[in-house]
């Protein structure tokens, strides 16, 4: 298909000082999980999103000496020759495919705890040192030039390997936003006082990164347009002219990072707009932003109402790598659309590469060797039942087609989408229904493969078929005796009509008292206590973690997770158990005293953990199939990202005999 000539405009080259892009998709700075540690997997996977058309392509936060670490989370580094190296990989990667490629100098200030230099951590101010209880030192001001020495010289190891873009951070809460921050910088020598002389060592970076590499590289600036508390607007829309100058690329942000990277369950497309519309204008300066565009529809309006030059985009370009690409090819319907989940950045916060719940090749493209839109067609043409068509079930179907098999699913249900068709239907879940949507579109794209509906699979159904590969996909379901991380046995009492299944919460019309018991810590009980508030029942959330949704700290989420609960009036116990039920009452047991007491209990919804489905599969064993595989949640029960990832890995590794998973060591 030939471009929408309305997109033209996204594909224009732009100026960046030096430099230039050749179209205006921005892949900002963003964590990987893989940083210095990983430099091959890293490389590859930023020059397959060049491959895919983003113009410029960035590393995460990148150290610039020793005495800035964020070890346990991975970070990329510019210490030292064996960095330049790696880091020329990964600009070499992206330079292949035409694009422009950057890092983005960081220096943690009080949010290094430098566990792994045991450097003390230097800051405007002392403070305690990220989360740990050991404080970093005040800088002084041999400090403050060391520190800017350390700048440069990072600088110009930047430019010897290769970079285009270089960074000035002074964002996200890092020592140069420290040292702009009032409560933070509360310094009474030239470089404290009003805005103006607390940016006067932002300056000083600003104008010797500039002087050091500014001939051949362009020097961005990350920063945010507010303060702390989201005001301040008016001054720093001053401070932002002032350095224009000084700046050939303006990445901009809002200090509110739990909205910058909200999820899409609590932030929508495009909520920087209102915050950042003025930059342009007062700083004349090409002007780059995120906002989880997918859609190139509001790409194209940023651009046209003079909002932004460059669409930026950290979690698009991971779920799909390949987006401009489609766009130029007159292929939106092909963009896997981020659903806003931050599973990615829950996996870096876990010290872990990133993963995506949209992409499962994310974090695979080296290690092995998976490329986002390639798949190797098969050898040899099968005939493949999958069982289920939720995520694992569509995944492993659509990619098993794409390798040229003919493939039939079977699902129960009478739609295609598993636990999707449900979860997604819970308060703030709309857009993770793009999971089964995508896979959806895509398979009715394809002659070999269909989907049957409303077909239970019996073992004799599945032999009657006479098909000889068969793939189980069926899910999981919630266990109801309370079993899970805090109960190894069932609980007695919940034997009770009051017991509610998670998977009917949406089916049954819940009045009076409800208690959802949360021992799963992520966004099911949360969703469903939101749903039940909103319902007008009187729900209390108990929960055997400190807070509401506690895994979901990893993925920024928990926050407003807890606020939201709050706001609609939901009673919140934390480290508690609900062990057991009464007649009219839950008993809930404190999780360190074991002391307990009696709440109101009409109804009560156990999210603790799931039993897999898997007896379809045990009843085919020795049956003769040519090949069986249990896949997805009836495997084991996880998240959306793993039942993809299953049957994307099914799909590959499907008739291979040699499967190769390459382990990567630092380069140096
Ligand atoms: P996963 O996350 O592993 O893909 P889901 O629970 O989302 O799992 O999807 C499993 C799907 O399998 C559901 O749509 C369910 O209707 C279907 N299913 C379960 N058992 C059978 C069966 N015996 N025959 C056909 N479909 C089944
Ligand atoms: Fe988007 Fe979720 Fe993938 Fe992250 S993991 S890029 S939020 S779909």
Known sequence: MPRDSRFDILFEPVKIGPVTAPNRFYQVPHCTGMGYQLPQTLATMRGIKAAGGWGVVNTEYCSIHPSSDDVPHPFASLWDEG????????????????????????????????????????????????????????????????????HRAAALRARQAGLDVVYVYAAHTYILNQFLDRDMNTRTDEYGGTLMQRARLLREVLAETRDAIGDRCAVALRIEVDNEDGGGLDERAEL??????????????????????????????????PHIAHVRKVTGKPVVSVGRFTSPETMLGQVKRGIVDFIGAARPSIADPFLPRKISEGREDDIRECIGCNICYAHNSSAAAIRCTQNPTMGEEWRRGWHPEQIAVAKQREQVLIVGAGPAGLEAGLMLARRGHEVKIADAGLSAGGRLNWETKLPGLAEWARVRDWRLHQISKLSNIEIFRDSRMAPEDVMDLGIPHVVVATGSRWRLDGRGRSFRAPIASYADARILAPEQVLATPVTGAAVVFDDDHYYLA??????????????????????????????????????????????????????????????????????????AADRVVPVTSRDGDDALCHALKGNGLASLALIGDARAPGLIVHAVYAGHRLAREFGEADVTVRRERPLC
């Open 526 to 599: 949360p969703a469903i206590a939101e749903h039940l508030a909103r319902q007008g029942a009187q729900v209390t959330y108990v929960t055997s973690a400190g807070k509401v949704a506690a895994w979901s700290e990893l993925t920024a989420e928990q926050h407003r997770a807890h606020a939201r609960l709050l706001e609609l009036g939901v009673t919140v116990i934390v480290n508690a158990l609900v062990s057991g039920l009464r007649p009219g009452v839950a008993v809930v047991s404190c999780a360190y005293s074991g002391a307990t007491r009696e709440i």
């Open 240 to 273: 932002l002219a002032s350095l224009a100058p000084l700046v050939d690329l303006f990445d901009v942000t809002i200090a509110d990072y739990s909205q910058e990277m909200g999820g899409s369950r609590f932030v929508k497309e495009g909520s920087l707009e």
């Open 83 to 150: 960095d330049v190296r790696n880091m020329a990989a990964m600009a070499d990667a992206v330079h292949e495919h035409g694009s422009l490629a950057g890092t983005e100098l960081w220096y943690g200030g009080i949010r290094s705890s430098n566990n792994l230099s045991r450097e003390v951590a230097l800051a405007p101010s002392s403070f305690p040192a990220a989360e740990s209880p050991w404080q970093c030192a005040k800088m002084d001001l041999d400090d403050i030039r060391r520190f800017r020495g350390w």
